[in-house]
C-alpha cells in the first residue's frame, strides 16, 4: 500500500467500494508514541455502505499485534488488536449544526480527500486500553519474586506479618 491513500468518503460510500491493505506501524506516528515497542504492521479493510436509513457509511475492520506496556509492572505486553466499527458520514453542516441524532456516535465528517491512514490510526488510538496490563498474574516482575519470595509489594509483607502475629 502507498504511504498515503486519500479516497472520496462519499462516493466510496456511495457505490460500495472497499479497500484493504497494511500499514507498518513505525510509520504511524502518532500511535508510535503510545507503544513501548513499534514493529510489524496492521492489516487493515475499509468498506463504503449505507446504513438502513441509507446514509452513507464507513466500516473499518482493523487487525494487528501492538506492543504496549503494562502498566503494573512496567514490562512489555503485546496487545492483539481486533476491531470493527461502522462511522456514518455526515456534511459539514449537519457536523456545525448539531442535527445528529443520540444514535449517531460514531461519525466522521464527510470529506473529498479522506486520507485512510490517518483514520485506521485515530481508529486504533481510540480502541487503545487506558491502562494496559497483563492479566492477573501473568506479570514477568510478579513470577520473577514469586520464584524468590522477593520483591512483593509493601501490602503484601503487611498482610503476611498480619496472619504471622495472629
Not at 4 to 10: A, C, E, H, N, R
Not at 33 to 55: N, S, W, Y
Not at 88 to 104: F, I, K, T
Request: charged residues 25%; negative net charge; hydrophobic residues 40%.
Amino acid at each position: 500500500m502507498p504511504a498515503q491513500t486519500v479516497i472520496d468518503s462519499l462516493e466510496f460510500a456511495r457505490i460500495g467500494q472497499a479497500l484493504h491493505g497494511s500499514l507498518p506501524v513505525p510509520g504511524l506516528k502518532r500511535l508510535r508514541e503510545c507503544l513501548a515497542e513499534a514493529f510489524g504492521e496492521v492489516e487493515f479493510m475499509v468498506k463504503g455502505g449505507h446504513d438502513p436509513r441509507r446514509r452513507p457509511t464507513l466500516s473499518l475492520d482493523i487487525s494487528g499485534t501492538l506492543r504496549l506496556q503494562c502498566q503494573r509492572c512496567l514490562g512489555a505486553l503485546d496487545y492483539p488488536l481486533r476491531m470493527s466499527n461502522t462511522l456514518r458520514l455526515v456534511s459539514a453542516g449537519e457536523a456545525a449544526a448539531g442535527d445528529l441524532d443520540e444514535e449517531d456516535a460514531e461519525w466522521i465528517e464527510a470529506s473529498a480527500e479522506l486520507d485512510v491512514a490517518a483514520l485506521v490510526e485515530d481508529e486504533i488510538l481510540l480502541s487503545l486500553p487506558y491502562a494496559p496490563r497483563h492479566e492477573e498474574g501473568q506479570c514477568g516482575q510478579g513470577r520473577s519474586a514469586a520464584k524468590d519470595g522477593a520483591g512483593f509489594s509493601a501490602f503484601a509483607k503487611l498482610a503476611a506479618l498480619k496472619h504471622k502475629s495472629n
